[in-house]
């Protein structure tokens, strides 16, 4: 099992910037993959980006392509979010996720280990 921990959220204008982080702990391998979806009041979970451990797979969604930069310290068994020209559209709670294997990254089914989440505002 992998416990995953996010910080870093918070409040922030739009056109700022926010660095969300992930501490995974438990049973973390050379086979762990991860990555952060988002969730907003009543819509769906969704994909936002992920990396494989060597972090030589990297995905993001359409909607934060540019803008969001997904990366990992495997030595502190910690994943970073850094997302850049926030807008209105990226108010979430921003969930990380863990699992084993570099396949099917975007699904979030493929996902069987969740940190708590992490409120992002970005205020308008």
């Known amino acids: 099992q992998v416990q995953l921990v996010e910080s870093g959220g918070g409040t922030v204008q739009a056109g700022g910037s926010l660095r969300l982080s992930c501490a995974a702990s438990g049973r973390t391998s050379s086979t762990t993959a991860m990555g952060w979806f988002r969730q907003a009041p009543g819509k769906e979970r969704e994909f936002v980006a992920a990396?494989?451990?060597?972090?030589?797979?990297?995905y993001y969604a359409d909607s934060v392509k540019g803008r969001f930069t997904i990366s990992r310290d495997n030595a502190k068994n910690t994943v970073y979010l850094q997302m850049n020209s926030l807008n209105a559209e990226d108010t979430a709670v921003y969930y990380c996720?863990?699992?084993?294997?570099?396949?099917?990254?975007?699904?979030?089914?493929?996902?069987?280990?969740w940190g708590q989440g992490t409120q992002v505002t970005v205020s308008s």
């Open positions: 996720a863990a699992r084993y294997g570099s396949m099917r990254l975007r699904e979030r089914e493929n996902y069987p280990y």
């Open positions: 990396c494989s451990w060597s972090g030589g797979t990297i």
